[in-house]
């Protein structure tokens, strides 16, 4: 018996996910190739490696079982093609991000890995906002954009790297509808997140207004925890900070966003792009959920 990458890197995705059609968006399947290599997987091994829970799939203790072995397996796989990998060609990629993408795998996988492997591949990154990131892909001032968007907003070119609900995050304890207008802490007049709440307020006739207009996300945080007023963040979040939550009825509830993998119009095929968004597709894993991009 033999155990296939694609097959063992399907169930750990999906253990991550609990989805099949995130998943597939992950892996860019189809949700019947995905269901096809979990099939061949529990064929493969007797067991019943996955069960449905409500509208998802949760795996076994089998399913768990064989998912120890296989994350060992893929990171040691995925490990080794990253090294040896070759650099045929040499030049300049200029990459735009948010903060939260940039602060995980741009910065701690990709860029260290062209450092390592490539003298003549030369890496420009900038941090910027989500409106501005799209500006500069249209301008050319870009070649990749890391950024964020709902879900209903997502572009066919889009190469989808990850999911992530949005909450109404803000210090416990405080009541901020007692006395409005509710304050909103933003990363400035376009962040995406304070765009998307003040859409939603004002659609749900929530009397808000923007309190604060903060520079990067240790500087939310401090301002969310000592409780000065209320945001938009990633769910996951929630657990390292200590905030707590206020949703619908009283605030109105938040779409789910997508982190895309966006390319400037034209560069399809060029080897040098390809080779880069590769290597951001590879390392931007789910373990980086809860990261608040802006």
Same mark, same amino acid.
């Given at each position: 018996m033999k155990f296939d990458i694609d097959s063992l890197r399907t169930?750990?995705?999906?253990?991550?996910?609990?989805?099949?059609?995130?998943?597939?968006?992950?892996?860019?399947?189809?949700?019947?190739?995905?269901? @096809?290599?979990l099939k061949r997987l529990q064929e493969r091994t007797g067991c019943t $490696?996955?069960?449905?829970?409500?509208?998802?799939?949760? $795996?076994?203790?089998?399913?768990?079982?064989?998912?120890?072995?296989?994350?060992?397996?893929?990171?040691?796989?995925?490990?080794?093609?990253?090294r040896f990998?070759?650099?045929?060609?040499?030049?300049?990629?200029?990459?735009?991000?948010?903060?939260?993408?940039?602060?995980? =795998?741009?910065?701690?996988?990709?860029?260290? @890995?062209?450092?390592?492997?490539?003298? &003549?591949?030369?890496?420009?990154?900038?941090?910027?906002? =989500?409106?501005?990131?799209?500006? @500069? $892909?249209?301008?050319?001032?870009?070649?990749?954009?890391?950024?964020?968007?709902?879900?209903?907003?997502? &572009?066919? =070119?889009?190469?989808?790297?990850d999911r992530d609900d949005l909450v109404w995050a803000h210090s416990p304890g405080v009541d901020f509808l007692a006395s409005p207008p509710l304050p909103l802490v933003t990363w400035g007049p376009?962040?995406?997140?304070?765009?998307?709440a003040s859409?939603?307020?004002?659609?749900?006739g929530v009397d808000h207004t923007v309190s604060y207009e903060l520079p990067t996300i240790a500087a939310v945080r401090t301002a969310l925890t000592n409780g000065a007023g209320i945001a938009l963040l990633n769910r996951g979040v929630i657990g390292e900070t200590g905030l707590t939550t206020t949703g619908p009825p009283a605030l109105p509830e938040a779409p789910r966003v997508a982190y895309v993998l966006r390319r400037r119009p034209g560069t399809d095929g060029n080897p040098l792009h390809d080779l880069v968004a590769e290597q951001i597709q590879t390392s931007f894993r789910p373990q980086y959920n809860g990261a608040p991009h802006r």
């Open positions: 169930l750990q995705t999906l253990a991550d996910t609990g989805n099949v059609q995130t998943t597939a968006d992950h892996l860019h399947l189809s949700r019947s190739a995905v269901s @096809w290599k $490696l996955v069960r449905r829970e409500g509208r998802g799939l949760r $795996l076994t203790d089998d399913g768990h079982e064989l998912l120890v072995y296989g994350r060992q397996i893929i990171d040691t796989h995925d490990a080794a093609v990253r990998t070759p650099i045929d060609t040499g030049g300049t990629v200029r990459v735009g991000a948010t903060e939260g993408a940039s602060a995980t =795998p741009l910065l701690d996988t990709v860029a260290p @890995w062209f450092r390592r492997h490539s003298a &003549d591949v030369e890496l420009k990154i900038s941090l910027e906002q =989500p409106a501005t990131l799209d500006e @500069w $892909l249209t301008d050319g001032r870009i070649d990749l954009a890391i950024t964020i968007t709902r879900e209903d907003d997502i &572009d066919d =070119p889009d190469i989808v790297l376009r962040c995406f997140f304070g765009t998307l859409q939603l307020l004002t659609t749900d």
